[in-house]
């Protein structure tokens, strides 16, 4: 479906069904706005997978309606992504990508990549500390969402909690920059316990997240947040320029006794598998192991120490 330069005010939400393209004429030329609807977009129901849904070259404006959501994608898997597009204003999320919890409905599991994407924060008085521009979420299954790429949240002037809060979910985060968040990339929950899916520590556990080629600028509390429960990270090439925090924030298992990497680059870190079948902390004294339980014996090599 192909739209023209114009403004779309809506009072209901989008529901794009199977195999539909919207398209725009540029990010400049055709908005979607929402008159109190939220999401603005969804992209399926998350009810039965779907497939070939595309969200292209427009933008989306939250217009600062509470608790609105900008695209929201529960239901789209293969073949879908959401690409050159700007959303604003969004007091609860600007995009929303949202993996199983547990058994039936595949939801938006390898859906993506989302690239070229912008969001902004130039009026809105509703955000806050529920406020997250990319959330990526769901039960640790082990479904992937194919990567976040080349995307650009600026917070300036607004409180908005998070650039990225990824959940429960695997994807790779590259090639993008985060301003004037609280937090500017949070990997997991500060939370533990619960079931899902996989039985370990879900649905606050977190695996296979990846964060590369990333700038994280002027964040108020933690450009890059590691919560308990998490394993199986790797960043590398990230940088911030907030210099008197921490540019990685690790906090293994145990609260309040974190891994701390000072700012201001991260060539190469990488946390492995904790905290699910023991209750060691995935700091610097954490032994690796394999799937039966033996230690893996690492060699750095030169230039890849622990700083």
Request: hydrophobic fraction near 35%; include cysteine; glycine fraction near 12%.
């Amino acid at each position: 479906m192909l739209l023209g330069n114009a403004v779309i005010k809506t009072t209901g939400t989008w529901f794009v069904p199977t195999e539909v393209e919207i398209v725009g004429l540029g990010a400049l030329s055709t908005t979607i706005q929402s008159g109190g609807a939220s999401p603005v977009i969804s992209m399926g129901t998350g009810t039965s997978a779907l497939f070939g849904i595309k969200v292209r070259e427009l933008a989306v404006d939250c217009n600062n309606v509470a608790n609105c959501k900008g695209i929201v994608n529960a239901g789209a898997d293969e073949g879908s992504f959401v690409e050159d597009v700007i959303i604003s204003n969004a007091p609860k999320t600007a995009l929303e990508v949202d993996l199983p919890t547990g058994s039936g409905s595949t939801m938006a599991a390898n859906s993506g990549a989302y690239r070229n994407i912008t969001i902004t924060y130039s009026n809105c008085s509703n955000c806050g500390a529920a406020t997250a521009g990319v959330v990526a979420s769901g039960g640790d299954c082990g479904q992937v969402i194919r990567g976040f790429d080349n995307v650009t949240i600026s917070a300036c002037g607004a409180s908005v909690a998070a650039g990225f809060l990824v959940t429960g979910a695997s994807t790779r985060i590259a090639d993008s920059t985060i301003n004037c968040t609280t937090t500017g990339i949070q990997i997991g929950t500060m939370n533990t316990g619960g079931t899902a899916c996989n039985g370990q520590l879900a649905p606050t556990s977190t695996h296979n997240v990846e964060v590369e080629n990333t700038f994280l600028s002027q964040t108020a509390t933690n450009p890059i947040l590691v919560g308990p429960s998490t394993s199986d990270v790797m960043l590398s090439n990230v940088s911030s320029d907030t210099s008197n925090l921490p540019l990685v924030y690790d906090e293994g298992i145990k609260q309040n006794s974190p891994l701390s990497i000072p700012c201001c680059f991260v060539g190469f870190y990488v946390r492995g598998e904790c905290c699910v079948n023991n209750t060691n902390s995935a700091l610097a004294t954490s032994v690796t192991k394999d799937s039966a339980g033996n230690n893996i014996i690492w060699d750095a090599p030169v230039g890849y120490l622990h700083p």
